[in-house]
T-cell receptor, first 117, second 111 residues
Framework: NAGVTQTPKFQVLKTGQSMTLQCAQDMNHNSMYWYRQDPGMGLRLIYYSASEGTTDKGEVPNGYNVSRLNKREFSLRLESAAPSQTSVYFC????????????????FGPGTRLTVL | LAKTTQPISMDSYEGQEVNITCSHNNIATNDYITWYQQFPSQGPRFIIQGYKTKVTNEVASLFIPADRKSSTLSLPRVSLSDTAVYYC????????????FGKGTKLSVKP
């Protein structure tokens, strides 16, 4: 199993350009997440998808859109990139199941380093 | 959402036991306490989760007092490879979107 994969690993954009970050998981997880991490900071949730067909805003959704393409894939789109969106972006997935014996542990991808000039 | 407070950084030496304490005064009845570890240039990795008392796995132990307003992650006999940032999170075990990663505790293990 590859776990959670993200593409691309690195990207440089100019202000105003658009791009889509791709994420896929092969663990048959229901829930998927997009986070950003700025230097020296913790992770901040951008959007999440509790299950296929649903998406919800997290802590910092402005400037982003997401698509839960199917159970495996969850993409993040920057329509008009801004320097403030320079960050490392992490995708994660979890079973999304509640229960005393279920940690709902989140599995993270390797991240995408995005620089907006 | 329950806010957590943990030290910004800690130093230790190889072979020592490290205890990182997290404060979460506003923890709710349904909330679990979860710890993640993050190495440089990698995504976080789940370490341990608990609700009350003590939980132990092959990596760490988690101590939670009766009032649950704090918790302590214990790493036995740390090595250089344990140098990482450790995050304490509070939220429902089955929750999807309400886990908040703070700045974490940067642990530096020295030889």
């Amino acid at each position: 199993n590859a776990g959670v994969t993200q593409t691309p690993k690195f990207q440089v954009l100019k202000t105003g350009q658009s791009m889509t970050l791709q994420c896929a998981q092969d663990m048959n997880h229901n829930s998927m997440y997009w986070y950003r991490q700025d230097p020296g900071m913790g992770l901040r949730l951008i959007y999440y998808s509790a299950s296929e067909g649903t998406t919800d805003k997290g802590e910092v959704p402005n400037g982003y859109n997401v698509s839960r393409l199917n159970k495996r894939e969850f993409s993040l789109r920057l329509e008009s990139a801004a320097p403030s969106q320079t960050s490392v972006y992490f995708c994660a997935s979890s079973t999304g199941l509640a229960g005393l014996l279920n940690h709902n542990e989140q599995f993270f991808g390797p991240g995408t380093r995005l620089t907006v000039l | 959402l329950a806010k957590t407070t943990q030290p910004i950084s800690m130093d230790s030496y190889e072979g020592q036991e490290v205890n990182i304490t997290c404060s979460h005064n506003n923890i709710a009845t349904n909330d679990y306490i979860t710890w993640y570890q993050q190495f440089p240039s990698q995504g976080p990795r789940f370490i341990i989760q608990g609700y009350k008392t003590k939980v132990t796995n092959e990596v760490a132990s988690l101590f939670i007092p009766a009032d649950r307003k704090s918790s302590t992650l214990s790493l036995p006999r740390v090595s250089l490879s344990d140098t990482a940032v450790y995050y304490c999170l509070v939220g429902r075990g089955g929750s999807q979107g309400n886990l908040i990663f703070g700045k974490g505790t940067k642990l530096s293990v020295k030889p």
